[in-house]
C-alpha cells in the first residue's frame, strides 16, 4: 500500500491518467467542501514506491471531481463548488486554459466521452446534466433530471455530431433533483447515464429530438449518488445509494420511456439483476473493473473500499439468491481510511490495482483484486 497526505484538504475524487501509469489526479476541497477553495493535485508515483506531487493549482472554491481528457496527456477538467468547470494543463501555470461557466448549483461530476473524445458531460446539484465540447465555451446540449420526467435540452438543431443549445445558464429551480453523477457509455458515444436525488436512473440519447429513452426508481425511493457502465457488457449498468447498497441492471430488462408509466410520488422500481449488500453507509462511488465484466469496486462513507464479484452475466434472467449475500459477492475489503471515503478509481495499467481518496486526507493506492 502507497500513500500521500493533501494537508488542509479533504479528497473528493481521484483517477487515473489514461496515457501515464504512474500519475494520478486528485480534486480536494477545504473544510469539507462546505466552505472556503479547493486545490487539484497531480501525483506521480515513484520507482521507489512514494508517491510525490508534480503539480498542484488552487481553486477558489472547493473541488468534487476530476476527469482526465482522453486527447490530450496534460489536460485535465476539474468540478467546482461555484457550479465552473476549470480546464487546466499540467504544465502550464497555476491558472486553468479555459473556464466553462452555466451551472447555477456545485457541479458534482465531469466524465470525458470515451468513444468520441471531443466530448465531456457535466452533472450538477442545479439538476442538470450538459453536454460540452472543450473547444467552445457554450454547452452543445442541456438535460434535465426534472421531477416531470421531460427532457429540457433547449435546442436540437443538429450540429456535427450533437444537438447545439442555447448558451443560457441553467435556471435555478428548487423543483429540480440533484444530478449527482452522469457518465457516458463507452459503447456508445451519444449515450449518457445518469442518477439523482430522488432515486431515478436515466439514460438519454443526445442524438433524439426527445433525448431521455429511460427512467426508473433505482434505489425505492432514497438517493442515488453514484452510477457506471460495464466496460465490456454494453447493456449492464451499477448504480449506488444512500441505501448502503450497489444494484447491477440491465437495461435490456427495463422498459424505455415509450412503454413507462411512473406515477407522481412512485418509490418502487424494477427487480435488478444482482444487490452487493455490505457497507455500513451511504455508498458514495461505483466503478466497473477495466480489466474484467464481473468485477467492480464501491466506496462508502463507512470508510471502507469494497470490491465485489458480480456472479451474474449477460445470459442471466433470474437471481441466484444464495450468490447475492455479502460473503460470497465481496472479494476485498480496503479498510485504510479514518472519514469518509469519497472517490475510488481502478489503475488502467496494473490490473487489480486501485487509488482511493477521502476526507481524512489521504490518497492510497493498494491492491484491490
Known amino acids: ?3 500521500f497526505r493533501t494537508p488542509g484538504y479533504n479528497g473528493y475524487s481521484v483517477k487515473y491518467s489514461p496515457f501515464y501509469d504512474n500519475k494520478l489526479a486528485v480534486a480536494s ?3 469539507y467542501g462546505l466552505v472556503g477553495n479547493g486545490k487539484l493535485w497531480i501525483l506521480s508515483i515513484q520507482n521507489d514506491g512514494r508517491i510525490i506531487p508534480e503539480a498542484s493549482f488552487e481553486t477558489q472554491d472547493g473541488l468534487f471531481d476530476v476527469a482526465w481528457s482522453e486527447l490530450h496527456e496534460n489536460h485535465i477538467l476539474a468540478s467546482s463548488g461555484d457550479g465552473s468547470i476549470s480546464l487546466f494543463d499540467t504544465t502550464l501555470s497555476k491558472f486553468p486554459i479555459s473556464k466553462f461557466r452555466e451551472h447555477t448549483r456545485e457541479v458534482f461530476s465531469v466524465y470525458w466521452n470515451l468513444v468520441d473524445k471531443t466530448l465531456f458531460c457535466s452533472s450538477s446539484w442545479d ?4 453536454v460540452w465540447n472543450p473547444s467552445r465555451k457554450q454547452s452543445l446540449m442541456t438535460l434535465s433530471s426534472a421531477k416531470d420526467l421531460t427532457s429540457k435540452a433547449e435546442s436540437l438543431s443538429p450540429v456535427g455530431k450533437v444537438p447545439l443549445s442555447s448558451s443560457r445558464p441553467t435556471p435555478y429551480n428548487p423543483n429540480n433533483d440533484c444530478a449527482y453523477q452522469a457518465v457516458f457509455s463507452p459503447h456508445n458515444a451519444s449515450l449518457i447515464l445518469s442518477v439523482n ?5 436515466q439514460l438519454w440519447d443526445i442524438r433524439q429530438p426527445n433525448p431521455l429513452t429511460m427512467d426508473f426508481i433505482s434505489h425505492n425511493g432514497l438517493e442515488t449518488l453514484a452510477c457506471d457502465f460495464n466496460k465490456y457488457r454494453q447493456s449492464v449498468i451499477a448504480t449506488a445509494s444512500v441505501d448502503k447498497s450497489v444494484k447491477i441492471w440491465d437495461l435490456r430488462m ?3 420511456i415509450k412503454h413507462q408509466f411512473l406515477p407522481l410520488g412512485n418509490k418502487i422500481g424494477p427487480s435488478p439483476l444482482n444487490k452487493l449488500v455490505g457497507h455500513d453507509f451511504a455508498v458514495r462511488k461505483v466503478i466497473w473493473s477495466p480489466h474484467s465484466s464481473d468485477i ?3 466506496c462508502s462513507y463507512d470508510m471502507t473500499c469494497k470490491v465485489w464479484k458480480d456472479y451474474t452475466d449477460d445470459r442471466a434472467k433470474f437471481l441466484n439468491s444464495m450468490k447475492l449475500r455479502h460473503g460470497k459477492a465481496l472479494i476485498n475489503s480496503f479498510e485504510g481510511h479514518r472519514e469518509f471515503v469519497m472517490g475510488c478509481d481502478w489503475s488502467l495499467w496494473g490490473a487489480g490495482f486501485a487509488a482511493s481518496t477521502g476526507w481524512d486526507e489521504m490518497v492510497y493506492v ?3 483484486a
Open 127 to 130: 439538476g442538470s446534466v450538459k
Open 1 to 3: 500500500m502507497l500513500s
Open 254 to 256: 427495463i422498459p424505455n
Open 366 to 368: 493498494w491492491k484491490a
Open 296 to 298: 467492480l469496486m464501491s
Open 197 to 201: 436525488s430522488a432515486s431515478h436512473c
Open 29 to 31: 476541497a477545504a473544510n
